[in-house]
């Protein structure tokens, strides 16, 4: 009996692998930065590496989901924010990398979604807690972050900050990134 062949057509990658921790610098463990690093980045650039020869035949769309940690460093959560962050570096790279493919490559940093109920984070010794529920006055629901994605592939946008605040952060980073800094070392004595 002849082998099946077995066709696969991959239109979009969603690369939304994500871990967190909390803790300053100075008190997590680095074993944290490790879990973070190969979730978060690697997780994703592996399943961008496989998808990629798919990409090619259908002209799709590879995105990475960034979070508003990957535009300006967050104290307490720097090993998270460097996760994200490399998450931009390897987004704007891979999209100059494919663009002769007419592969699409975005990211997309979203601001604070609804979580899990069940959703944890490693503290800085690298154990497992439950992140507390967030202010429902800042959170997003999934619908409304998984529209914004859709409209942000539809329309092959590289880059697209989901929330105002995001928004305003963003330009006060590149305007006066003095000004975030205070406002988040503000912030930061709340930790």
Request: proline residues 3%; charged residues 20%.
């Amino acid at each position: 009996m002849p082998e099946m062949l077995m066709v696969c057509k991959i239109h979009i990658i969603i690369n939304n692998a994500g871990l967190t921790a909390k803790g300053s610098i100075e008190e997590s463990s680095t074993e944290n930065l490790k879990k973070l690093l190969e979730t978060n980045v690697l997780g994703s650039v592996n399943m961008a590496k496989l998808a990629i020869p798919y990409l090619r035949q259908t002209k799709g769309s590879i995105i990475f989901i960034g979070s508003l940690a990957g535009l300006s460093g967050m104290p307490y959560f720097s090993f998270y924010s460097a996760s994200k962050m490399a998450l931009t570096a390897i987004a704007q790279a891979l999209k100059i990398e494919l663009r002769k493919d007419k592969i699409h490559v975005g990211i997309a940093y979203v601001g604070f979604t609804e979580n899990d109920v069940e959703k944890q984070t490693f503290t800085a010794d690298g154990k497992m807690e439950k992140i507390n529920k967030r202010s429902q006055l800042l959170v997003v629901p999934v619908s409304k972050t998984a529209k914004t994605i859709l409209k942000q592939i539809y329309n092959r946008k590289n880059m697209v900050i989901h929330t105002f605040i995001g928004k305003l952060n963003y330009l006060f980073i590149k305007i006066c990134p003095g000004i975030v800094e205070l406002i988040v070392s503000n912030q930061a004595k709340n930790y």
